[in-house]
């Protein structure tokens, strides 16, 4: 039976995404990992900016699939210099190798038809990159999490396929993960995301230093709810002596413990206008 991205596996993707610590012994590999597939983002933006692909995407895949060398195939990593012979076998099915990995990278989302995907938010992204390398841990394995995403994260410990259909429980990945990678890449801001958890993509990454950031993703409202405000109120009411009604308002009394925490009430709430026009 296929998987389908429920509202169930939506929230645990974000749950995990959320909550991914990378293992301090292996920061320094992940750091690595990034640097390059930013430096390569002209090349994956120019294959997925046509298909609606966003390029660390196709970048993740193909640290996953070819160790991000640009001399295989994003299929399976076979050598560009003939047509794949790991499965998927024959590809690209038209034009004569040797074939650019531009020609290689663009039949394989095609065949996947991840051209033809609208859902990029990062539970969309999570479950698409699983997909992409199958959904046997899930279904056959569902006590380890696939190390396909997670490996060189807290959430995987051990257990792996060794070769097509045999799992060892013991065996440990050593390449890590594609959302441990996207997690850092989030971590270092070189991707974000807007309220509805949707990439903030451009044409060129802005340098740190003068990067535009989105605004405040809880504002003050009295009357608009919103899963956002949901969690803020959650996270809120894990400090000493704050209690609020998760509601999703992030009205008087949210902006008051946001305020008992950070020292600053929320955004747009009347007060913080009022106190200043007190001091003028």
Request: glycine residues 8%; aromatic residues 10%.
């Amino acid at each position: 039976m296929a998987i389908q991205l429920t509202e169930e596996l939506r929230n645990e993707y974000s749950t995990l995404f959320d909550t991914c610590d990378i293992r301090p012994g292996k920061l320094g590999e992940v750091d690595s990992l990034a640097v390059k597939i930013v430096d390569n983002r002209d090349r994956y933006e120019a294959v997925g900016t046509p298909l609606g692909i966003p390029w660390f995407f196709i970048g993740a895949i193909h640290n996953m699939e070819s160790s991000l060398r640009f001399t295989r195939h994003l299929h399976n990593g076979d050598p560009l210099t003939a047509r794949t012979v790991h499965v998927p076998k024959n590809r690209p099915a038209s034009g004569n190798p040797p074939f650019t990995w531009e020609q290689s990278a663009t039949d394989a989302l095609r065949l996947d038809q991840l051209n033809s995907i609208h859902d990029w938010s990062m539970p969309g992204v999570l479950y698409q990159l699983e997909k992409f390398n199958g959904f046997g841990y899930r279904t056959r394995h569902p006590e380890v999490l696939s190390p396909y995403l997670w490996s060189f994260s807290t959430h995987y410990v051990s257990g792996k396929y060794v070769e097509d259909g045999r799992f060892d429980p013991d065996a440990l990945s050593n390449q890590c993960g594609a959302a441990v990678i996207l997690r850092r890449l989030a971590e270092k801001q070189i991707i974000q995301f807007d309220v509805n958890g949707h990439p903030l993509l451009s044409s060129e990454p802005a340098p740190s230093s003068t990067r535009n950031f989105p605004g405040p993703l809880v504002t003050y409202s009295d009357t608009v709810s919103s899963e956002v405000a949901k969690n803020l109120q959650r996270a809120l009411n894990t400090f000493p002596g704050v209690f609020l009604l998760i509601d999703g308002v992030p009205g008087r009394r949210t902006s008051d413990a946001f305020k008992r925490v950070t020292g600053h009430f929320l955004e747009g709430d009347p007060r913080t206008q009022e106190a200043v026009a007190a001091r003028v």
